[in-house]
């Protein structure tokens, strides 16, 4: 900060005026013997503190908590500075008070309100043979700012925390006598709305009444509290007293419990969400899967009609957005079952790149991939989901005959995904929300505003990051960006559907959905495997003991009686050498991920599709 005009220097004019000042500071001086007993007291404009008021000669410990008034005690004897916040009755209420030390011998403690303080009268108080520290010292060792000017705008006092906080390249006694404004000239430059803080400051003397608590904020990030006293006429001084508090820690501290606050309310929706997606999941789920299960059977006929075709291709279509919008609720409350491995994304893209299409409607999808496989560490389930939420979100943003284009590229470590849109574009604000719970631009009814959160989710969890650039008419850009990872061992190129997934083997199908069992077993006999059924878990094991052990054991997880989990433990004791496939639509990481560390345990989500459920079956019996 620039230097200021320097006054006559060397004078604290007379001490008796400016103690005047005192008694109107709204903060408590309290002056206490090494022993612990106040003998004086001077401030202290709050209603709060009224208990002090008969403070006179009295232990601290009678006036604030033991345990504070203790170390106030041992700080005081010590000649150390230090601060303690306490919980105390105040009037009518309970108050927040924060006791600071001013060390150094002083015997002062400076006692705040951090309660809503209400106006009171300046306290007389009674003479007493207690000698306080001389004046000038005593207000130097405050931590708040004081200024005290004549009703000429002169500087009559400064204390040495004043020019810290306006960074015065000058000692206190030296601005004495000088105006006013070369101090407010220098300070512009350290306040951030000059225009307002000296505009209130006029204000204050024009109305010649004592000030609100206001809020002032620096450059540097600094918060500080300021109120204006106007000496009283009885006071023999005509002027104005201006204080200064910083309050940075205390506004820091509420901005950091408000954000906690504000992620305890993300978890309460996700926990509140996840109650509700659990109780409709498994029933739903179960549902999609026979419809799914049985439309894909039809459309793998030969000869079929190409009306009925394209009809069931709408069912189709219906089946995963409805299937979406239940993995969305289970991933955003985290009870999504993962089975992260390492994948080839460009492999990912080219199995979903027709569903992909298809979603878009009119509009057209352009895919670019390099040639070599971009292997990634993702949930199968869930990257698929990704590519779906973004498809649509850009759908939803594109004209007639719009253009969504998908790209993968390699920039060293890192694998990039790029969607990007030639749609209507977003604003700032927008795209400063684009990843809250529940924000949506849509009208009711058509987005339930958690598709970019969860991509967000998922791809944080993967160890990856998404950003989003986007300008009103000119498109908008999303940008995953992965960690690369090494080919997997023994790998070849990535699985597709159609491949080898016929069997003769025998298998224990445990399922108490009469659809889905039925759909498993035309799934199962229509591939080659010969397949037993059971209701429970009690069906089950009575199959068992009864018949020849199976090949392999598929088993819902949520089950009447014992559930499927448990039915697995049960069953690595009878069959060990039997491999198991859960399958659920509602299930937790923390219910299976004990039994997916076994690797003759597999999982898939409902809804699966024949292809994904043969999949897993086949893997499972050739690992």
């Given at each position: 900060m620039p230097d200021v005009p320097t006054g006559k220097g060397g004078a604290f004019l007379e001490e008796s005026a400016t103690a005047r000042a005192l008694p109107l500071f709204p903060d408590l001086l309290l002056f206490v013997d090494r022993s612990g007993v106040v003998r004086n007291f001077v401030g202290g404009t709050s209603g709060a503190f009224a208990v002090f008021a008969d403070g006179h000669g009295r232990a601290l410990t009678s006036l604030i908590p033991r345990g504070v008034a203790t170390e106030v005690v041992d700080a005081l004897r010590e000649g150390r500075p230090a601060g303690f916040e306490f919980v105390a009755p105040a009037a009518s209420a309970v108050h927040r008070f924060e006791a600071r030390v001013v060390g150094h011998g002083s015997e002062c403690v400076v006692v705040r309100d951090l309660g809503s303080p209400a106006p009171a009268p300046a306290r007389e108080h009674a003479p007493t043979e207690f000698r306080s520290p001389p004046l000038p010292r005593l207000l130097d060792e405050l931590d708040t700012g004081i200024l005290v000017e004549s009703e000429d705008r002169r500087i009559h006092y400064a204390n040495r925390s004043f020019c810290r906080i306006f960074e015065i390249d000058a000692l206190p006694e030296e601005l004495v006598g000088i105006d006013y404004s070369s101090v407010a000239n220098a300070a512009v430059s350290l306040v951030a709305d000059p225009a307002t803080?000296?505009?209130?400051?006029?204000?204050?003397i024009a109305t010649g009444c004592k000030s609100d608590v206001r809020r002032l904020e620096l450059v540097d990030g600094r918060v500080f509290e300021w109120d204006y006293t106007p000496f009283p006429p009885d006071s023999g001084f005509s002027g104005h007293l201006w204080q200064y508090r910083d309050v940075t820690d205390r506004v820091e501290a509420g901005q950091a419990l408000?954000?906690?606050?504000?992620?305890?309310?993300?978890?309460?929706?996700?926990?509140?969400v996840g109650r509700v997606a659990g109780?409709?999941?498994?029933?739903f789920n179960n549902d999609l899967t026979a419809i799914l299960g049985f439309v894909e059977l039809l459309l793998a006929r030969e000869g079929l009609d190409p009306d009925v075709r394209e009809r069931l291709d709408g069912i189709r279509g219906a089946g995963l957005r409805a299937s979406s919008l239940t993995q969305q609720l289970l991933s955003f409350s985290r009870r999504r079952v993962l089975q992260p491995c390492i994948l080839d994304l460009n492999g990912v893209l080219e199995v979903q790149r027709g569903l992909l299409s298809r979603l878009l409607g009119s509009g057209t999808l352009e895919v670019h991939t390099e040639s070599e496989p971009m292997w990634v560490r993702f949930d199968p389930g869930e990257i698929e989901h990704v590519l779906m939420n973004l498809v649509l979100n850009a759908?939803?943003?594109?004209?007639?005959?719009g253009c969504v284009r998908i790209e993968t590229r390699r920039e060293g470590a890192t694998i990039v995904l790029l969607v990007q849109d030639d749609g209507v574009g977003m604003d700032e604000e927008t795209v400063a929300r684009i990843f809250e719970p529940f924000f949506t631009t849509k009208g009711i009814g058509e987005g339930t505003g958690l598709g970019l959160a969860i991509v967000k989710d998922v791809v944080t969890d993967a160890g990856g990051r998404v950003a989003v650039t986007s300008k009103l008419g000119q498109g908008t850009t999303f940008r995953i960006e992965l960690p690369a990872r090494d080919r997997p061992e023994g790998s070849e190129a990535p699985a597709r559907v159609g491949d080898r997934v016929r069997g003769r083997e025998s298998v224990l199908v445990v399922e108490d959905e009469d659809s889905i069992r039925d759909l498993v077993a035309e799934i199962l006999h229509g591939n080659g495997y010969r397949s037993r059924s059971a209701v429970d878990a009690r069906e089950a094991l009575e199959a068992i003991e009864t018949g020849p052990p199976p090949d392999i054991v598929l088993s819902d997880?949520?089950?009447?009686?014992?559930?499927?989990?448990?039915?697995?433990?049960d069953l690595r004791e009878r069959l060990p050498g039997v491999p198991i496939l859960l399958f659920s639509g509602h299930s937790t990481n923390a219910e299976l991920r004990a039994l997916l560390a076994d690797p003759a345990i597999g999982f898939v989500s409902k809804p699966f599709t024949p292809s994904a459920l043969l999949g897993a079956i086949r893997g499972l019996l050739d690992r």
């Open positions: 803080f000296f505009a209130d400051i006029e204000k204050c408000h954000a906690a606050e504000r992620r305890l309310r993300e978890v309460q929706k996700r926990e509140a109780a409709v999941a498994h029933e759908r939803d943003a594109l004209s007639d005959n997880v949520v089950l009447p009686g014992m559930r499927g989990s448990e039915l697995a433990v």
